[in-house]
């Protein structure tokens, strides 16, 4: 995280939230939830360590319309897919 005091702030906010969102008593789907492992300063940085995770949305969509590909997101299924994903987390 940048050392930026509003940056600072927010990954804060974000720590406390996670921390809570992980705990064994948290919700009952921790499928869609990213896992908080550690956080920890270096060199005046906060670092949060969390699970590796894929692309992001944008970057999918990004790389499929290089490639040629159509957007995957027009079609009705796949987006119902991805925001039940979101709404389950």
Known sequence: ?????????????????LTVLNLPEGPNSQDHILRLFDYFYFKEHLI???????????????????LGLPNVFADIRNLQKVANQILDG
């Open 1 to 17: 995280v940048k050392n930026n005091k509003d940056y600072f702030d927010q990954s804060l906010d974000e720590i406390k939230l």
């Open 48 to 66: 949060i360590s969390t699970e590796l995770l894929g692309p992001n949305l944008y970057e999918f969509s990004k790389r499929r319309r290089k």
